[in-house]
Antibody
Framework: QVHLQQWGAGLLKPSETLSLTCAVH????????WTWIRQPPGKGLEWIGE???????KYSPSLESRVTISLGPSKNQFSLNLISLTAADTAVYYC???????????WGQGTLVTVSS | QSALTQPRSVSGSPGQSVTISCTGT?????????VSWHQQHPGKAPKLMIY???KRPSGVPDRFSGSKSGNTASLTISGLQPEDEADYYC?????????FGGGTKVTVL
């Protein structure tokens, strides 16, 4: 049974960079795509992007200029970087396993990232 | 504004059936059989209830079912239970990315 554990800074200032990491425990990392999704307080879900076990990525067009998803820093981990933060980036960020398109069966615990001066 | 349109809220009494719609276009819901539904209780991570339009992950009660007709997908909860009170989000593949609906709050009266 897979377990996703995520961590990273929760309070950032405008213009700073968000960095989150997600560790995958318990099942094969190479059989799936791995995704980041965010949810602003009181609002709906937003897909940020995904990465395969080989490192190929795809990003939301609305965030593509500011986002990087990468493998590592350790085995069976993947990371999210989002630059040039504004208050609109305040959200709970989740790392997620994709069974296929939209079929997301395992979620991290979520990290509330607040962007405030 | 979300890419997929869901009703803001639906409600029903215990034991009743409720259906949540998710309307997209011929480029997303109408084009691919990659529609999912997630349940989210307050303060919790979403939980996958339906994927590939009709498939139920192991452990999801069979009172949850999914369907699709044209550009609209639906989630039906038959025999509503108090623990079904939550937010529900649909998701669809667009050929490049995946997009969510705005969410529907299900209230058990």
């Amino acid at each position: 049974q897979v377990h996703l554990q995520q961590w990273g800074a929760g309070l950032l200032k405008p213009s700073e960079t968000l960095s989150l990491t997600c560790a995958v425990h318990g099942e094969s990392f190479s059989d799936y795509y791995w995704t980041w999704i965010r949810q602003p307080p009181g609002k709906g879900l937003e897909w940020i992007g995904e990465i395969s076990h080989s490192g190929s990525t795809k990003y939301s067009p609305s965030l593509e200029s500011r986002v990087t998803i990468s493998l590592g820093p350790s085995k069976n981990q993947f990371s999210l970087n989002l630059i040039s933060l504004t208050a609109a980036d305040t959200a709970v960020y989740y790392c997620v396993r994709d069974l296929n398109y939209c079929g997301r069966d395992s979620w991290g615990q979520g990290t509330l990232v607040t962007v405030s001066s | 504004q979300s890419a997929l349109t869901q009703p803001r809220s639906v409600s029903g009494s215990p034991g009743q059936s409720v259906t949540i719609s998710c309307t997209g276009t011929s480029s997303d819901v109408g084009a691919y059989d990659y529609v999912s539904w997630h349940q989210q209780h307050p303060g919790k991570a979403p939980k996958l209830m339906i994927y590939d339009v009709t498939k139920r992950p192991s452990g999801v009660p069979d009172r949850f079912s999914g369907s699709k007709s044209g550009n609209t997908a639906s989630l039906t909860i038959s025999g509503l239970q108090p623990e079904d009170e939550a937010d529900y989000y649909c998701c669809s593949y667009t050929g490049f990315q995946t997009v969510f609906g705005g969410g529907t709050k299900v209230t058990v009266l």
